[in-house]
């Protein structure tokens, strides 16, 4: 039953792969051609920077194998019905393929971003604060909240969640921004409060004037990943467990 899924969830991860080599074969291109110089000073770099930019990646990822019961549920019910398991069941299974891509894909840009930092010779800048592997739990989780949030607002549809997909993104930057705007009351309250489903606020980087990294409290921000998760994908499988071929 999670046949399908696994081959939707692999193609999806060797794209995915192909398009992290490309970007770094040409970040790499553009750093040695165009004469790109390291300072000679002393800066630090986070190592949590690389925590941050697979994350965005596999953020980017999940959403897109977020649609997989919305995907299932466009003109497929009847035969996903005969399956010998569970509705939940079924869902679950599929959710756990996706799960592993997404994990996949995750260690492959930390990977990938880590070798572009050694081949560009930035790693000598290096730093590892205290944080660093509380941080990484955090940026791990970041998928799988935009993970939940797409399966929860595609389940119960079909050809529209790639419509859907498109117009959460752009909701999600414009919420994020409009929460921080110094909007009248009581608007900037009502932003503020929404954007505590917007995954994107729990993963904001800020870089200060001395080139020092500023992220969401770790704590709050781990905690509000893990429940847009969960609710989310609790929210998926009981829309998709109510739905009717």
């Known amino acids: 039953m999670y046949y399908v899924e696994y081959l939707r969830a692999s193609r999806a991860l060797i794209i995915g792969s192909i398009v ?13 051609g165009g004469g790109v110089t390291l300072p ?32 299932e549920n466009d003109g497929h019910l009847p035969v996903a019905w005969t399956k010998p398991a569970p509705k939940t ?38 730093s590892v604060p205290s944080d660093t592997w509380l941080q990484l739990i955090r940026y791990a989780l970041a998928p799988f ?20 997909l498109g117009l959460m993104w752009v909701a999600l930057f414009v919420l994020s921004g409009l929460g ?22 729990y993963i904001n980087i800020d870089i200060d004037n001395s080139g020092s990294v500023i992220t969401a409290g770790l704590g709050a921000a781990t905690i509000g990943l893990v429940l847009i998760a969960a609710f989310g994908t609790a929210g998926a499988l009981y829309q998709w467990q109510r739905l009717e071929a």
């Open 145 to 164: 909240a935009f993970y939940g949030l797409v399966q929860f607002l595609t389940a119960s549809v079909g050809k529209r969640s790639g419509t859907i």
């Open 20 to 32: 992290i080599g490309v970007v770094l074969a040409l970040n790499l291109m553009i750093f040695f």
């Open 89 to 126: 069941t079924h869902a679950a299974i599929k959710m756990l393929v996706d799960v592993a891509a997404i994990t996949a894909l995750f260690a492959i840009m930390c990977v990938a971003t880590y070798a572009y930092l050694s081949i560009t010779g930035m790693t000598r800048f290096i």
């Open 180 to 201: 921080t705007a110094p909007l009248p009351q009581p608007y900037h309250s009502i932003f503020a409060f929404i954007d505590y489903a917007n995954p994107l606020v």
């Open 40 to 71: 000679d000073k002393q800066i630090s770099v986070p190592l949590m920077v690389v925590w941050a930019a697979a994350a965005v990646a596999a953020s980017i990822f999940a959403s897109i194998l977020g649609r997989s019961l919305a995907k």
